[in-house]
């Protein structure tokens, strides 16, 4: 018997408290050699607003739910964890 075990792509949704106070999103599991310190530090120093995993067959279509939630979040409207996790159920893993 083969177990598969689906892929995931590991993300963070967090506010940029040293810049600009944009939301912004990382994927951490996409980052590569040159810009990873950069990126994790800057989440890290950042207000963690919600984490989680996006399905690799359901990733083009969660990365898009998730741009239209950051441009909603940087237009100002509040939105909770819960509300988050709502809208990105179907493509979290």
Do not use: W
């Amino acid at each position: 018997m083969t177990v598969q075990t689906e892929k995931k792509t590991m993300f963070e949704i967090y506010r940029d408290t040293e810049s600009n106070g944009e939301y912004k999103v990382i994927y951490f599991t996409e980052l590569d050699d040159h810009n990873k310190e950069t990126e994790i530090s800057a989440a890290m120093h950042g207000e963690h607003l919600f984490d989680g995993f996006l399905l690799n067959q359901e990733k083009a279509q969660g990365k898009r739910v998730v741009t239209g939630l950051l441009e909603r979040l940087n237009r100002g409207e509040h939105l909770s964890p819960g509300d988050i996790e709502r809208e990105l159920k179907l493509f979290l893993g």
